[in-house]
């Protein structure tokens, strides 16, 4: 079965800095892998996603993610904090007949 | 498009109370699912329908009840709920790829906030 660690349950960053939020994975075939955002009393959003091909994925507002497999991990950042940024981030990880599975989840803040 | 809709937004229910959540895609899925979400946790996955068939029940209390009318419509019924049950529902939805893989990427509605009193 497949397994999502998102290190730091909180990560601060001032508006402007750089936004670094760990993702990695365990699984023993390839797997898909999501970042969703979820913003306060709201559902979740795709920010991007990797399925196959490029390893370096774009997605939307300025997030992207590289898929190093030989590190097993989907690391998302963005190089400039916004404070429109502040949500709660999921990694997630899903193959082939196997649930979608979420990380625990990181609460970005963003310092004015 | 990539919506999902859901309603109500909100819901204040008793424990000896008969109501349902609806769920609605027009993106031509034939996957649906609905995620139980307590606070600062993940979704939990309580339901899978592929092409308007229960493919999944991950051991969900009876007092939850399924139903997914159509390919586009997704509901919850639910039913002598107890306080614990309160939580935020969400509905998903995704393609069905022709390997039968149902867990293509998932598209999430705004969710229902159910307060059970």
């Known amino acids: 079965a497949q397994s999502v660690t998102q290190l730091g349950s909180h990560v601060s960053v001032s508006e402007g800095a750089l936004v670094l939020l760990r993702c990695n994975y365990s699984?023993?075939?390839?797997?898909?892998l999501f970042w969703y955002v979820q913003y306060p009393n709201q559902g979740l959003q795709l920010l991007l996603k990797?399925?196959?091909?490029?390893?370096l994925v774009k997605g939307i507002n300025g997030f992207e993610a590289e898929f190093k497999k030989s590190e097993t991990s989907f690391h998302l950042t963005k190089p400039s904090a916004h404070m429109s940024d502040a949500a709660e981030y999921f990694c997630?990880?899903?193959?082939?007949?196997?649930?979608?599975?979420f990380g625990t989840g990181t609460r970005l803040t963003i310092i004015p | 498009d990539t919506e999902v809709t859901q309603t109500p937004k909100h819901l204040v229910m008793g424990m000896t109370n008969k109501k349902s959540l609806k769920c609605e895609q027009h993106?031509?899925?034939?996957?649906m699912y609905w995620y139980k979400q307590k606070a600062k946790k993940p979704p939990e996955l309580m339901f899978v329908?592929?092409?308007?068939?229960?493919?999944i029940n991950e051991s969900v209390p009876s007092r939850f009840s399924p139903e997914c009318p159509n390919s586009s419509l997704l509901n919850l019924h639910l039913h002598a709920l107890q306080p614990e049950d309160s939580a935020l529902y969400l509905c998903?939805?995704?393609?069905?790829?022709?390997?039968?893989?149902?867990?293509?990427?998932?598209?999430f509605g705004p969710g229902t906030r159910l307060t059970v009193l």
């Open positions: 998903a939805s995704s393609q069905v790829l022709t390997s039968g893989r149902e867990t293509d990427t998932q598209y």
């Open positions: 699984s023993s075939v390839p797997p898909y």
């Open positions: 990797y399925t196959t091909g490029a390893t």
């Open positions: 997630a990880v899903s193959v082939i007949n196997e649930k979608l599975t």
């Open positions: 993106m031509g899925h034939r996957a």
């Open positions: 329908y592929s092409y308007e068939k229960l493919s």
